[in-house]
């Protein structure tokens, strides 16, 4: 439960520049010139530390939460009865899933996503150990696969348009196919100018802060287009994380049963390994200026699923070693009760930003400097602190 906890609060913690931060101004600090300043290093520790490390740590607890439920409901039910039950928990977090993208209009909602994951894993429960990490193995290269066969292709549109451009056109007349794929090219490098970029801010801006119909229009389509990326393209990353999450339960991982020298290896390996992944993944970023153009030009392999899974394993490490010392209890006292309303403070999450910064609320969506809107987050964090203690004790 307090591991949940963190979760749900550090999944906050990467989702805050898609409700409060224009596109693309929330992941590419160029827009803004804002290098050389605190909010550079802001963004700087948060995409080379914690990004995408706390989904990954839900995405086991969601895995190992699938067995621990089968079990509740296999103890006092006979037959397919708790398959039944189980099902029945999946459709209502799809349903919950469509309310948090439809109704409370947060485009990266991941409630659909993992109610359709977990009728997927739900088949795996009764693997043993040995077969659940073989299947995170296979979904981990397909993942790695998947990453780099789409940067690849994004590469051959580069590739292709500049032979293309090479062309002598008062020789050789140039095809359609030929046409295209030059368009292609110089779409992709205009979209990167520093003016295009400001233009796609401002028009985002002016959407989400403006009228509910277009905030409308403009988030659920967002949705839509996030979906059939995450649901067709990610799917291996989600499926990896639920099957470590359940051989660690079943291991005693998961529950802080195994022994020390365990997390050790995961926290000092993974960090280790994974920070050191992560700064040379994101100094090509820095150093091409956040031109996407010249970075997938020059770079040669995508490292990010490689450096998230041992970010992810080396803080669950970390955070495991705490508790196995005995002197943060408090911390995880702390904690607990958010994790066990895990999908209420998920959703009000939601809630919260959207009165903050869309235009239907106070819109102060692309007012903030990024060290601001991560103040936002400390106060939504000391609020669902102090409302859980309350709600699950009274």
């Known amino acids: 439960d307090a591991v949940r906890g963190m979760a749900i609060l550090g999944i906050l913690l990467m989702n805050i520049p898609g409700f409060s931060m224009a596109i693309p101004s ?18 700087h520790f948060v995409e080379w530390f914690p990004e995408g490390t706390q989904r990954a740590i839900f995405s086991m607890l969601f895995g190992a939460g699938i067995i621990l439920f089968m079990k509740r409901q296999e103890q006092r039910l006979d037959g ?10 999946q459709l209502w977090l799809m349903v919950f899933g469509i309310f948090d993208a439809w109704v409370l209009l947060w485009w990266g909602d991941i409630l659909f996503d ?12 009764n693997l043993p150990v040995k077969s659940l990490l073989i299947g995170a193995g296979i979904c981990f290269l397909l993942m790695i696969a998947r990453e780099n066969r789409d940067f690849y292709l994004e590469k051959r549109t580069i590739t292709r348009g500049e032979q293309v451009a090479m062309l002598d056109t008062t020789k050789v007349k140039l095809t359609d196919k030929q046409k295209s794929q030059l368009d292609a090219m110089n779409g992709f490098k205009e979209k990167q100018t520093h003016e295009k970029k400001l233009e796609r801010n401002e028009k985002t801006r002016k959407k989400v802060t403006g009228s509910y119909e277009d905030l409308y229009e403009f988030r659920t389509n967002a949705y839509l287009d996030a979906l059939i990326h995450y649901l067709y393209l990610s799917i291996w990353d989600v499926l990896f994380f639920m099957f470590l999450g359940m051989a660690f339960l079943k291991t005693g991982i998961l529950t802080g049963e195994a022994p020390v020298k365990y997390y050790w290896i995961m926290a000092v390996a993974g960090l280790g390994l994974g920070l050191l992944l992560s700064y040379y993944r994101i100094k090509p970023m820095i150093d091409y200026q956040f031109n996407m153009y010249t970075y997938t030009k020059n770079v040669h392999f995508e490292t990010y699923t490689i450096s998230r899974a041992l970010r992810s394993l080396g803080i669950f490490g970390a955070v495991m070693l705490l508790f196995k010392s005995g002197f943060f209890n408090w911390f995880f006292a702390l904690l607990r009760p958010v994790g066990q309303m895990a999908f209420t403070n998920y959703l009000t999450q939601s809630l919260i930003c959207g009165i903050i910064f869309y235009g239907v609320g106070f819109g102060y969506y692309g007012s903030l400097q990024r060290y601001e809107v991560y103040l936002v987050v400390g106060a939504i964090w000391v609020a669902q602190i102090i409302w859980s203690h309350i709600w699950l004790r009274f």
Not at 81 to 88: H, T, W
Not at 117 to 125: H, N, Q, S, T
């Open 26 to 43: 929330g992941w590419d600090p160029s827009v803004f010139n804002e290098a050389g300043t605190f909010n550079f290093k802001l963004w």
């Open 80 to 89: 397919v009865k708790p398959l039944e039950y189980f099902l029945r928990r």
């Open 114 to 125: 993992y109610a359709c994951y977990g009728m997927i894993m739900v088949v795996f429960r």
